[in-house]
Structures are given as structure tokens and as C-alpha cells.
């Protein structure tokens, strides 16, 4: 996600500095290199020794002669992003303000005037979050091109985002944006059908590969819908569906004249299970399809240096009474993950920049349950029926 990509890391002095270890190492362990900047009260918090330890790099706490905030973040500076984590309002108000009184604020002017990318994960108490000044400077800064990772509120606090949230932003202002202006809806996850009060019909579908899609978009600028029945993320909207009509009926609504992409649930037993190749054929006429909900990921990158999806670990999440044995090695469930997220990724970018014809729709949404297609062991899983809408007149 961040191979390769130099990240210089601001901490200014909120009790949320202690998590900057962790932070540095989250970074780290997606391929970025780090090296950190703390502001006087920042070192108050956290000791420079163990940010050093956590970086593997000198930290800087002072500007000397060396001139190290334009070594860091000037016209030829070592950094392509400046991340600011945590940004207190004192903080927030002097960039805002061009107040360069210590080296993090000197380094976010030095980036600004240089055009370095420039990401601010706030962290301070809920009423000094809430303070118009405050917003104003966030609003000010944003205005230049700045990017905001919300905080977290709770208790009263406006807590610094977590680090996945932090990691997804800097990967997006850090990654080519193909995809800038293009809004993405991505289906994942499995959908439940009441059988009953009481039982439904399901499947092990995690949503993995679904997620790691949206991500991916979204690192390359989309604004990025998420239809499923999971939690809030970072990187999208969220709306949560149970059934599989209801995942269809938010895939229509979502999709208006401005969208440029949009996705539907397949699994990928259904893909694997034959020998036909995973990849399917996409219509340029209609509005572009991302198969993409049933693999178990655990991470898709996009691949350095070409347009597409990687997998770095797969785990098999197939059909209920399915295993990876039934489908050949667990190389293959990879492959077939590894494939289904490439074509995914392949489409989104080829429609960016090609009309979309906003009266058509395809889904492949799972056909209703049927006697002939079950039985009272559960052996036969639910069948999948291709639905494309006709245009309308």
C-alpha cells in the first residue's frame, strides 16, 4: 500500500502522542519509510528515544543550521507526504494562520509552499473541537488541498482516528487518483434470507475482497459507496442491508448520472468451482461491474507500477458445505481472489473516463430459494441468476 513511499511524521503535543509508536510502525509494516518531527510540548508526552526506536531514523526536535524542515518537506525534500498525527487546535490555528514557532509547524509550512502532500489527523477534547475558530482553521486548511482524518468522538473527546484510518489516508494522497471525480458503489459481504422467525439462509462470504475493492478505489481518488451488512469504514459510505433485495434496491438507489462505477455480489465458489477463468466481460455501454463479495482477503494492494490488485494472503470462504479441497490448491482461491479484485480495479479505471449510460443496471443477485434447489441437510447451496434491467424509455 505504501511501498516505497516517505512519509514525515509531525506529532504535536496532545496526550494522543502516545500512540505515535504504534502509528510509526503501522506505516512501517505497510512499506513506508518514516521520520518523525515533535514539536517541544510533543516531547513532554513521548520520549524522542522511542519514536527514534520506532522509525529506525533520527528524530527531530529542534531546527538547526542543517535547515532540516526544507531537507525534509522543500521542493527536492526527502518526504512525499507530511503527516501531522496527532494536530492539536493550537497546532491546526498556526498552520492556518502561518505560524511557524516549532518544527512541526514549520515543517507544514515548508510543505504547503512546496506542495507536498499534507495529511491532519486532529486530536483534542470535544469542546475545543467544537470551538468556530477551530473549524474555521480546519476548513481553511482543507480549502488548500490539506486532508482531514476525522476524529473519533467519544467521552467528550475528539479522539485521533485510528490507524488504519490514518494509513488509508495517506495512501490516498500519495497514490495516482485515475479515479478522481468518479463515484464507486462496491457490494460485499454475505446477505441473509429469512427462511422463518427464526432461521435464515446464508453463506460464509466475509466481504474481504469487497472492502479491500473500495479501498483500493478510494486510494485512487473515487468517492466510494459501501453496500453491506458490516460496520462503518474510513474509506466510504455505508449503507447496511440484510437481504439480498435490499443490497440491489441500495445499489439502484445509490447510482445516479454522476456514477461512474458500480458493483454486484458473486461468489467466488461460483468461479472456482468450474475451470473457467474468474474474469468477466464488461460492458462499457452499461454502467461498469465489479464482481466482488465473496472471497476471504486478508489484504489486496494496488500493484506498484501497473494499473490492478494484489493479494498478499488468501484464506478459502467458498460456499456452505464447500472446502478449499474441492476446488483445487489454496494457490488457486488465491488466483481466483487475486482476479476477481484485478478486473474490479481494471473496469473502474477504464470507466473513469467514459460515459455511463445511467438507465441500465446488471446484478447478479441470488436466484429465490426453491424446493428443487435445497434440502433439508442444507447440501445444495442457493443457485445465482443473471439480472440485467431494460433500458428505460
Given amino acids: 500500500m505504501l511501498n516505497g513511499v516517505n512519509v514525515a511524521l509531525g506529532v504535536s503535543g496532545s496526550i494522543a502522542a502516545v500512540k505515535v509508536v504504534e502509528l510509526?510502525?503501522?506505516?512501517?509494516?505497510?512499506?513506508?519509510?518514516?521520520?518523525?518531527?515533535?514539536?517541544?510540548?510533543?516531547?513532554?508526552?513521548?520520549?524522542?528515544?522511542a519514536v527514534d526506536f520506532a522509525t529506525d531514523e533520527?528524530?527531530?526536535?529542534?531546527?538547526?543550521?542543517?535547515?532540516?524542515?526544507?531537507?525534509?518537506?522543500?521542493?527536492d525534500g526527502w518526504a512525499d507526504v507530511l503527516l501531522l498525527a496527532p494536530?492539536?487546535?493550537?497546532?491546526?490555528?498556526?498552520?492556518?494562520?502561518?505560524?511557524?514557532?516549532?518544527?512541526?509547524?514549520?515543517?507544514?509550512t515548508t510543505a504547503l509552499g512546496a506542495g507536498v502532500p499534507?495529511?491532519?489527523?486532529?486530536?483534542?477534547?470535544?469542546?475545543?473541537?467544537?470551538?468556530?475558530?477551530?473549524?474555521?482553521?480546519?476548513?481553511?486548511?482543507?480549502?488548500?488541498?490539506?486532508?482531514l482524518v476525522d476524529p473519533r468522538i467519544d467521552e467528550g473527546k475528539a479522539k485521533i482516528a485510528t490507524e488504519s484510518a490514518i494509513v488509508t489516508e495517506v495512501a490516498r494522497a500519495t497514490t495516482p487518483d485515475p479515479l478522481a471525480g468518479a463515484h464507486v458503489v462496491v457490494t460485499a459481504g454475505a446477505t441473509k434470507e429469512r427462511l422463518d422467525p427464526?432461521?435464515?439462509?446464508?453463506?460464509?462470504?466475509?466481504?474481504?475482497?469487497?472492502?479491500?475493492?473500495?479501498?483500493?478505489?478510494?486510494?485512487?481518488?473515487?468517492?466510494?459507496?459501501?453496500?453491506?451488512?458490516?460496520?462503518?469504514?474510513?474509506?466510504?459510505?455505508?449503507?447496511a442491508v440484510e437481504t439480498a433485495d435490499e443490497m440491489i434496491d441500495a445499489c439502484r438507489s445509490s447510482s445516479t448520472s454522476s456514477?461512474?462505477?458500480?458493483?454486484?455480489?458473486?461468489?467466488?465458489?461460483?468461479?472456482?468451482?468450474?475451470?473457467?477463468?474468474?474474469?468477466?466481460?464488461?460492458?462499457?455501454?452499461?454502467?461498469?461491474?465489479?464482481?466482488?463479495?465473496?472471497p476471504s482477503v486478508s489484504a489486496l494492494n494496488p500493484t506498484s507500477g501497473s494499473e490492478g490488485c494484489r493479494s498478499r494472503t488468501a484464506s478459502s470462504s467458498l460456499g456452505v458445505g464447500q472446502s478449499s479441497t474441492d476446488n483445487g490448491s489454496p494457490d488457486r482461491i488465491f488466483s481466483s481472489a487475486g482476479s476477481v479484485a484485478k478486473s474490479a480495479i481494471a473496469a473502474a479505471e477504464t470507466s473513469a473516463s467514459a460515459p455511463i449510460a445511467a438507465d441500465r443496471q446488471a446484478a447478479i443477485i441470488p436466484s429465490a430459494v426453491s424446493p428443487?434447489?435445497?434440502?433439508?441437510?442444507?447440501?445444495?447451496?442457493?443457485?445465482?441468476?443473471?439480472?440485467?434491467?431494460?433500458?428505460?424509455?
Avoid: F, Q
Fill in 24 to 49: 510509526a510502525h503501522e506505516l512501517r509494516r505497510h512499506g513506508a519509510s518514516v521520520r518523525a518531527v515533535l514539536s517541544p510540548a510533543a516531547t513532554s508526552i513521548v520520549h524522542p528515544w
Fill in 58 to 75: 533520527p528524530v527531530i526536535t529542534e531546527i538547526t543550521g542543517a535547515v532540516e524542515h526544507v531537507e525534509l518537506c522543500g521542493r
Fill in 372 to 393: 428443487a434447489t435445497t434440502s433439508r441437510y442444507g447440501t445444495s447451496g442457493p443457485s445465482w441468476t443473471s439480472v440485467t434491467s431494460a433500458p428505460r424509455g
Fill in 198 to 239: 427464526i432461521r435464515v439462509l446464508t453463506n460464509r462470504a466475509s466481504g474481504k475482497t469487497g472492502r479491500a475493492v473500495a479501498r483500493a478505489c478510494y486510494h485512487r481518488g473515487a468517492d466510494v459507496t459501501l453496500v453491506h451488512d458490516g460496520p462503518d469504514v474510513p474509506y466510504a459510505d455505508v449503507v
Fill in 259 to 294: 456514477t461512474r462505477v458500480s458493483s454486484v455480489p458473486i461468489t467466488l465458489a461460483s468461479l472456482a468451482t468450474t475451470n473457467a477463468s474468474p474474469t468477466r466481460s464488461w460492458s462499457r455501454s452499461a454502467s461498469a461491474t465489479i464482481a466482488a463479495s465473496s
Fill in 118 to 147: 499534507v495529511v491532519v489527523a486532529p486530536a483534542m477534547h470535544e469542546p475545543m473541537y467544537d470551538h468556530p475558530g477551530v473549524l474555521d482553521a480546519l476548513s481553511r486548511i482543507e480549502s488548500w488541498g490539506v486532508s
Fill in 87 to 108: 494536530a492539536t487546535a493550537n497546532t491546526v490555528g498556526k498552520i492556518a494562520a502561518a505560524v511557524d514557532d516549532t518544527p512541526v509547524t514549520t515543517c507544514a
